[in-house]
């Protein structure tokens, strides 16, 4: 019997099989879908582990808070670069150098509001609690992303603070970079009314410590250019799937003012997320009502200028 050659086989009709796909591109497609699903675990795993070495050895909170941003800004823009929701969307290295600036005003504006609220705290002199951090804890969780999410919300509905925080979505691009975008006076109003009610409570410092590092945490994985699923967490965190709608120019999707918990967003009807919900497109529809980002001056004066129409 004579052998088939490929060639009689095509002309015979004969089906051929299917030839398989090449071992380099299953292992990249394998790694791609596995990093998608334990990005956020291995941040959470990372906060553990934070929150482990410093209550173990007893290191600076501070310290410890510092050191935390900085590996948390790196995975992310690690894991932008090997899962990213757009490509389009990767800071370049002008970006990166502006956005430093713009951490360094974030961090002076949270600053400033801490040491507000000591001052207030020293002042009203608050008995510390007793509770213990297991009940601690999930007060200062539940209070800090109240008034976060109070703030942030009347940022949107109130003219006046859209100015502040308007500068924030002008960018149309969102990445684990510009995450620090924004106007030190909203960074300061944000963090006053998220601390103070703790202080005031006589919250531990070591529970401010861990609900720090959680925000921290939350904060910049929402902002994250990254194609992750997290599934039903959505429904209990903030996450990257649920931001991008918060950033979208279509007002009716644009909820979403929680980067922590999702409760409060439930609660007040600004929860619009779905598996596959997508915005078709982020920023402010008049882009010219808000100075470039890159001039960061410009943006710093910009609430002081009149006429500035209201969220665009």
């Known amino acids: 019997m004579d052998t088939l050659t490929p060639s009689d086989t ?19 497609f ?5 990093l998608r699903h334990l990005c956020y675990p291995l941040l959470m795993l990372a906060v553990c582990l934070t929150l482990f070495i410093g209550f173990t050895f007893d290191i600076d909170f501070g310290l410890c808070n510092m050191v935390f941003l900085v590996g948390t800004i790196a ?7 090997l899962i990213p929701y757009k490509k389009q969307w990767h800071p370049t290295a002008k970006e990166w150098g502006r956005d430093a600036i713009y951490l ?13 609220v000591f001052a207030i705290a020293a002042v009203v002199s608050p008995k510390e609690s007793t509770l213990g951090l297991w009940v601690e804890v999930p007060i200062a969780i539940l209070l800090t992303s109240l008034g976060s999410y109070i703030f942030h919300r009347a940022g949107h509905d109130i003219p006046f603070l859209w100015r502040f925080h308007g500068i924030h979505h002008a960018a149309d691009k969102i990445n684990v970079s510009n995450n620090a975008l ?26 401010l410590f861990i609900v720090s590092i959680f925000n ?26 649920q931001h991008r709608l918060h950033h979208s120019k279509d007002l009716a999707e644009a909820g979403h003012f929680s ?10 009807k600004s929860y619009f997320w779905k598996k596959g919900k997508q915005p078709k497109e982020i920023g402010v529809t ?27």
């Open 10 to 28: 095509l002309d015979s009709g004969i089906a051929q099989e299917p030839t398989p796909p090449q071992t380099k591109n299953t292992k990249t």
């Open 30 to 34: 394998s790694f791609a879908t596995l």
């Open 75 to 81: 995975y992310l823009a690690l894991c932008e670069r």
């Open 104 to 116: 360094i005003l974030t961090m002076m504006g949270g600053a400033s509001a801490v040491a507000v």
């Open 182 to 207: 924004n106007h030190i006076a909203d960074v300061f109003g944000r963090r006053l009314l998220a601390q103070l009610p703790l202080i005031l409570l006589g919250i531990s410092t070591p529970a």
């Open 216 to 241: 921290t945490a939350q904060g910049y994985f929402s902002h994250a250019n990254v194609d992750v699923k997290i599934g039903w967490l959505n429904y209990i965190v903030g996450s990257p799937e």
């Open 259 to 268: 980067v922590d918990i999702t409760l409060w967003d439930f609660l007040f």
């Open 286 to 312: 008049n882009r010219a009502s808000f100075p470039p980002s890159n001039n960061i001056w410009k943006n710093i004066i910009h609430p002081l200028r009149r006429n500035i129409t209201y969220r665009q």
